[in-house]
């Protein structure tokens, strides 16, 4: 088996960890972000990958820097890793690091290369209407996400699915791919093949207001918005003043017409209108101070009236 070195921070990196041990792979070094300030204390949090490196009695370090950290270099130099893993680290891979290991530093990338490119595929992919996404394993180089590609997985994306429920998925379905690619780079039976850039689309990383409700879309491109863009930073948008959430929601029906950026009741129903004529059956929601409320708590509650328009 190899030796290896792991880069990775996020939950979504864990089975990728977990799978690289379980199948005879030795992890010399577990590299992950510093710890960071979380929750309403702001205490210090290990990231997952340290969590589960510790429990796994990895050796760990968290560097605040590693293009210009010559300890870090000499301690990766010292090991030589015959391959490093990248799997959702949050930082520029040096020259350096490429060149060390013979087979290369290996990402696992949570689209189809070369769509989705950067921060937030999974989301993006969800957000843009995307019905199937996937996995990608591929040698890092300078770019950003543009090294050649090794080896890919499918994946289809459920109509009940948000960025949280697909990234478990892609988690797992990445960890075997990996242990299937590494194994394809030891035996010589994996071709890189260079990215076709005239494909390539972003997956930039997410801001607030990429959140927030644009009635001018129509119902269905919000829905997939709303999915895709959980938890942080969801969609939201302005009602009686307040910053209003709406959490849940599916596609009403096509005979439903609602005017743009309104609610109209229909008994229990709670449905809000978006461009041309189409809606959303809100089935969550939480107005600014408030906890999270069904549609029916809702509107009892506030009584939304059909002529108060949202967004402002």
């Known amino acids: 088996m190899l030796d290896l070195i792991f880069c990775g921070t996020p939950q979504f990196a864990v089975p990728t960890l977990e799978r690289l041990l379980a199948s005879g792979f030795r992890v010399k070094l ?11 204390g702001m205490e210090l949090t290990p990231s997952p990958v340290r969590r589960t490196a510790l429990a796994l009695d990895l050796p760990v370090i968290q560097p605040d820097k590693i293009k210009h950290n010559d300890e870090f270099r000499v301690r990766l130099q010292q090991i030589a890793p015959e391959a490093i893993i990248v799997v959702g680290y949050g930082r520029i891979i040096p020259q350096w690091m490429i060149d060390l290991p013979p087979l290369g530093n290996i990402n696992l990338h949570a689209s189809l290369l070369p769509k989705y490119r950067g921060a937030a595929p999974i989301q993006w992919a969800i957000a843009m209407g995307e019905q199937v996404t996937g996995v990608t394993t591929m040698r890092i180089n300078a770019g950003l996400d543009t090294g050649d590609i090794l080896q890919q997985v499918e994946e289809p994306i459920r109509p009940e699915d948000t960025a949280t429920t697909l990234a478990q998925r892609l988690a797992l379905a990445g960890a075997q791919l990996m242990i299937a690619t590494l194994a394809g780079l030891k035996s010589g039976a994996i071709t890189p093949q260079p990215q076709d850039d005239t494909k390539a689309t972003l997956a930039p990383i997410l801001k607030r207001e990429d959140g927030q409700i644009d009635f001018a879309r129509t119902a269905i491109d919000t829905w997939n918005r709303l999915r895709g863009l959980q938890p942080w930073p969801g969609a939201f948008t302005k009602f009686r003043g307040k910053m209003l959430h709406i959490h849940a929601a599916s596609p009403a029906p096509e005979a439903t017409a609602v005017p743009a950026a309104r609610f109209v009741v229909e008994n229990d129903r709670l449905l809000l209108g978006f461009a ?8 969550a ?28």
């Open 276 to 283: 041309n004529q189409t809606a959303l059956d809100i089935h």
């Open 285 to 312: 929601l939480q107005v600014e101070g408030k906890k999270r409320m069904t549609a029916r708590d809702f509107i009892n509650g506030y009584r939304p009236k059909s002529e108060e328009v949202l967004g402002i």
């Open 30 to 40: 577990v590299v992950t972000q510093p710890d960071r300030p979380s929750g309403r």
